[in-house]
């Protein structure tokens, strides 16, 4: 993914903002994977899964040889913010990685037990797969329409409403599991939480870290974020889940959001990355 993303980034200079309308592509073909192999798998078995996946690998292979890096892979000057390491140390890039990093723990519990969590509260099995593709599907269309918006709003403007949206959405699912439309609302926001918050993270990306650079930081930003991120919220909300219940391991996902909001506020808002000379003049 790291890759991927820089090579796309890498044939978007200038227009970053249009980032959205190719990665729409990654979750329309999620929809699709997940709606064609349950099929297949209800008529053929578990175990053709290898089989059924195969094509999708040899097709993955194939594209992998028509892809290149466009002119913005071009070495960029080091300027006054210095080399990628100098680049890192700057204290508006380090709150961003940071906001990435709180972002992906205070998603562990969903990742981890949300449909644990509905099943708990006595949701049938469909109900769950609706409320999976209510999040899916309208995370497609903030993805398609995220060129849109970011030309008019700026990326550290979209990036607040996505992690305060992650702070509310995960109340709404501590405190009001018991009510369908609630839990419907609250998948509703994964357009903000985690759509919109992808496609901003993007544009900071390409603007904190132009030419190659983008690639070591996409690889900082995933291995940061999703992964130590990714595996320390999941071990936190195990735990919390162990000892408190699933309404505690979501308020503490909400409590940690709220933390990213405040992150944001005092270090990425525009007047503040202005007055730094980050490069961010929208």
């Known amino acids: 993914m790291p890759q991927f993303e820089a090579i796309t980034l890498s044939h978007l200079v200038g227009r970053s903002e249009r980032y959205g309308r190719i990665r729409v592509w990654g979750s329309i073909g999620f929809v699709l994977v997940v709606a064609l192999f349950g099929l297949l798998l209800d008529r053929l078995g578990e175990t053709t899964l290898p089989w059924l996946m195969l094509p999708l690998f040899a097709g993955l292979c194939v594209s992998s040889w028509f892809n290149d890096y466009g002119s913005g892979q071009s070495e960029a000057p080091a300027g006054k913010h210095g080399g990628f390491a100098a680049r890192l140390k700057r204290p508006e890039v380090a709150a961003f ?49 995220s060129g849109w918006i970011l030309r008019r709003w700026h990326a550290a403007w979209v990036l607040l409403v996505s992690v305060l949206a992650a702070a509310v959405r995960w109340a709404m699912v501590a405190l009001f599991a018991d009510s369908a439309v609630l839990m419907a609302l609250a998948q509703a926001t994964h357009a903000l939480s985690f759509a919109a918050f992808f496609a901003a993270s993007m544009q900071f990306l390409a603007i904190f870290f132009p030419g190659r650079q983008n690639g070591h930081a996409q690889g900082v930003f995933y291995g940061f974020s999703s992964g130590v991120g990714g595996v320390l919220g999941a071990l936190l909300s195990g735990w919390v889940w162990e000892r408190s219940g699933g309404e505690m391991a979501f308020l503490l996902a909400s409590a940690v959001a709220v933390l990213a909001c405040v992150v944001v506020w005092v270090w990425l808002r525009p007047a503040r990355l202005q007055c730094m000379g980050s490069g961010v003049d929208k």
């Open 97 to 145: 990685f940071g906001v990435a990093f709180l972002m992906q723990i205070c998603f562990g519990p969903y990742y981890t037990f949300y449909s644990i969590y509905l099943d708990e509260h006595g949701y049938s099995t469909s109900s769950l797969g609706i409320y999976w593709s209510i999040g899916v599907v309208l995370e497609i269309l903030v993805f398609a329409g």
